[in-house]
């Protein structure tokens, strides 16, 4: 038990260091990341130093050579101070300075690697390392593969050279150049561990992420943004979305865990939700009113956007952060963080990870969500098919059981009785022939069309058996064939009409005049009961105030108003036969 | 007297259809509740003719009627049920149904149909013969998929939305910028008359 017991916090401890050192390399490696140019600037001055040692073991071999080594000494220090001096300038004129400032870090060590073989390749080989990892965020891959591909041709050709650090003694430097290898490669290394847990926990989020998008029947953009200010260290973090199709416009931002909704202008929303500069994730800052993104060609931009940067701030009380869109069904959506970001590449292109994190999740709820549809609506045809066959069924007994009854017992019956059972048979055979109009659906989905008087004047005898009143149709397009699937509809539209009028209030005379006019079918129910009785919801004077009625003409897309008309209540429906 | 088998797991259509049938056609009626209990009575004694309902409990009037004729039994049989398919109508004639109808048909109806083929003629419910005609007209057409409409490139993007990939990753992976990528990626969902990626993924793969 005590063994267990130690075993289990052993685990736990052990879990616990494991969890810290991790975190620990991460926050140095992320450093190291965002902070690349800084780990140029050290191995250049490093490189400087090893060939100032090298070169100052040439100073006195010869007086020609003694004016080269000058000459390449205050080279090298102009080289340290421009590359310090970009880390200083400007964004603008840093973007624009770094990249040929990469080139010549890139020529300088190749040169150094060609020239002095073994003794110096380690330095530059080593300074030439974030040389090609800037220049893949400034340039771009392809410039990446240029230069990998440029190392390995050098240290192919080197031989071919005379080698001036055959003429010095290695072992003096050894224990140097094992120390700097040391040092940055310990640096690279935490580094490149450090960029490997942070793409494990983007990654980790990202499942986190897709998880919850799959098992939530609504995704609410609050959680969602607190998933992003807990991926992208923040304290606000805002969403803003329009929904497509009903061009539904939205605005939340959460600021240290408080939600709220300010308005916008229209403008400025429709401004910052899609920028015309920009249809991907991008960088702000207030202080120089610019932004940074990346263009077609994947090279970096910084560009003045002092309009929507101005709006952020106002809006959003955002003066710096990155910004980044969503396209997932029929929502647009972009997503403002506050987040330190020093104008780094490295923040730009992990927004564009992060987006693509959250799209999937948006994604992989919608899939679910549509699957759930689907089969809720292939259910709900199952239990619908098994009723209306269980109702069929009865209803077909029914009518035999009073057919043999009609028969067998012909000479008992008494005449009030026979006519009875002989209105339930026409019931009964009314109602199976108006199911199975509904359940066939080959029909309809070919296109069928049916006589509308025909429906109308089967609906009408149905309605004056079922509810017992007074019902007439009178149809001035006898011969208007409609499609089969409307005619369900003005079918079920009539009935409910009825059934409201009978039940609300008491309606024992109903007359439905049909009419055609304009491409749209015309009805006017009248109820021709006396005014100060209850009034039906359905035929109520001025608005129609029936759901179940209201349900029906918006399937129909119909347009109904009812009024009164002398003693009688009128409604009169109008609706749409083009599509 | 003409002997008949309803075969139906309804109770009160199957006492109802006895009753009728008894009095109407003045013919012996035996009723079975179930395909099992339906053999049993066959390899007792054979009737003059058989009405099945097509869905029942422990199978179908189709398989049961696929049985009989396996057996050898050549007796007429007539399907009558609440709906059935046109497939369904053509495999029953193919196994030599004799007649079919449906149960909400008027009464007489069912009684023609049970002279008739006891007659030894055949008799077909029109509404049902109308169907699985249209049926056999179609399915002559080749099937066509929700994606033949769209161009081969587009059926290519279709097939990698599917799977699940991104914009960015497709643009990768076909060797095209992003944005001709979206361009494809919306008129697809044109074509499809579909919203999303989701409902792209959710129709065509069960189409």
């Keep these: 038990m005590s063994l267990a017991s130690d075993s289990r916090v052993g685990q736990v401890a052990s879990g616990a260091v494991q969890h810290r050192v991790g975190h620990t390399l991460k926050g140095v490696a992320v450093a190291a990341a965002r902070w690349l140019p800084g780990v140029l600037l050290a191995t250049r001055l490093l490189l400087t130093i090893a060939i100032s040692i090298v070169l100052g073991n040439l100073h006195g071999t010869s007086s020609g050579l003694r004016e080269i080594v000058n000459w390449t000494q205050v080279i090298l220090v102009g080289w340290n101070l421009v590359g310090l001096l970009i880390l200083v300038l400007p964004p603008r004129m840093e973007l624009r300075l770094q990249p040929l400032m990469l080139v010549c870090d890139a020529m300088i060590g190749l040169t150094v690697i060609a020239l002095f073989q073994s003794v110096l390749s380690l330095p530059a080989l080593l300074c030439l390392i974030p040389v090609g990892w800037l220049l893949q965020q400034r340039l771009g891959t392809p410039a990446a593969a240029s230069l990998a591909l440029s190392v390995i041709v050098t240290l192919l050709l080197r031989d071919r050279f005379e080698p001036w650090g055959v003429i010095l003694e290695f072992s003096r430097y050894r224990g140097l150049v094992d120390a700097d290898t040391v040092v940055i490669g310990s640096i690279i290394a935490v580094a490149m561990a450090g960029a490997f847990f942070r793409a494990e926990e983007i990654r980790a989020w990202r499942e986190h992420l897709i998880a919850i998008g799959g098992n939530v029947r609504d995704l609410p953009f609050n959680q969602l943004l607190e998933h992003v200010v807990e991926v992208l260290p923040a304290h606000t973090a805002a969403i803003m979305w329009r929904e497509i199709e009903s061009d539904k416009d939205g605005l939340l931002v959460v600021r240290r865990g408080r939600q709220e909704q300010p308005h916008l202008d229209p403008a400025v929303f429709q401004a910052m939700l899609f920028p015309t500069w920009a249809d991907g994730e991008y960088l702000f800052s207030g202080t120089s009113n610019k932004v940074l993104l990346r263009n077609r060609l994947g090279a970096l931009v910084l560009q003045p956007a002092a309009d929507v940067v101005g709006g952020i701030a106002d809006a959003l009380e955002l003066r710096y952060g990155c910004s980044f869109p969503l396209i997932a069904g029929n929502v647009r959506a972009r997503i403002y963080v506050e987040h330190g970001h020093h104008w780094s590449a490295h923040v730009l292109d992990e927004c564009g990870l992060i987006a693509g994190a959250i799209e999937d999740a948006m994604e992989r709820h919608s899939v679910m969500n549509a699957w759930r549809d689907r089969s809720l609506v292939e259910a709900r045809h199952a239990l619908s098919a098994d009723l209306h066959d269980s109702v069929l069924q009865t209803l077909a007994a029914l009518r035999l059981r009073f057919e043999t009854i009609l028969r067998s017992q012909s000479d008992d019956l008494r005449s009030g009785l026979r006519d009875d059972l002989e209105s339930l048979v026409t019931l009964v055979t009314a109602e199976q022939t108006h199911l199975r109009q509904l359940l066939d659906v080959t029909r309809r989905q070919h296109g069928a069309t049916q006589s509308l008087s025909e429906a109308l004047g089967r609906c009408a005898d149905l309605i004056i058996k079922q509810w017992g009143i007074q019902c007439q149709v009178a149809i001035h397009c006898p011969d208007f064939q409609l499609n089969a699937a409307t005619a369900i509809e003005v079918e079920f539209l009539f009935r409910e009409v009825i059934a409201n009028a009978v039940q609300h209030a008491g309606a024992q005379n109903i007359t439905l005049a049909v009419n055609l006019q304009d491409d749209a079918l015309l009805l006017a129910f009248r109820d021709n009961h006396e005014i100060g009785r209850e009034s039906s919801p359905a035929l109520d004077n001025g608005a129609i105030q029936s759901n179940s009625v209201l349900t029906r003409l918006r399937k129909l897309r119909a347009h109904a108003y009812a009024d009164t008309l002398g003693k009688s209540v009128l409604l009169s429906v109008r609706i749409p036969l083009s599509a | ?207």
């Design chain 2, 1 to 207: 007297m003409p002997e008949l088998l309803i075969v139906d797991d309804h109770p009160l259509f199957l006492e109802g259809l006895r009753q009728f049938l008894a009095t109407h056609a003045q013919a012996e009626v035996r009723c079975a509740s179930s395909v099992e209990q339906a053999l049993v009575m066959l390899d007792a004694k054979l009737p003059d003719a058989m009405i099945l309902d097509v869905m029942m409990k422990d199978g179908t009037g189709l398989q049961l009627l696929s049985k009989i004729r396996a057996r050898g039994i050549r007796t007429p049989v007539i399907l009558l049920t609440v709906m059935i398919q046109p497939e369904q109508t053509l495999e029953a004639l193919k196994l030599g149904c004799s007649g079919i109808t449906l149960k909400e048909s008027n009464p007489q109806e069912l009684l023609a149909c049970v002279e008739t083929v006891l007659a030894g003629g055949t008799r077909v419910d029109a509404r049902v013969m109308e169907l699985a005609l249209m049926h056999s007209v179609s399915a002559g057409q080749p099937h066509r998929s929700p994606t033949d409409i769209l161009t081969e490139r587009e059926k290519e993007l279709a097939g990698l939305i599917r799977k699940g990939l991104r914009n960015r990753e497709i643009a990768d992976r076909l060797g095209l910028s992003e944005g001709t990528v979206k361009v494809h990626v919306h008129s697809i969902f044109k074509k499809l008359k579909v919203r999303s990626r989701a409902e792209l993924i959710v129709n065509t793969n069960a189409g």
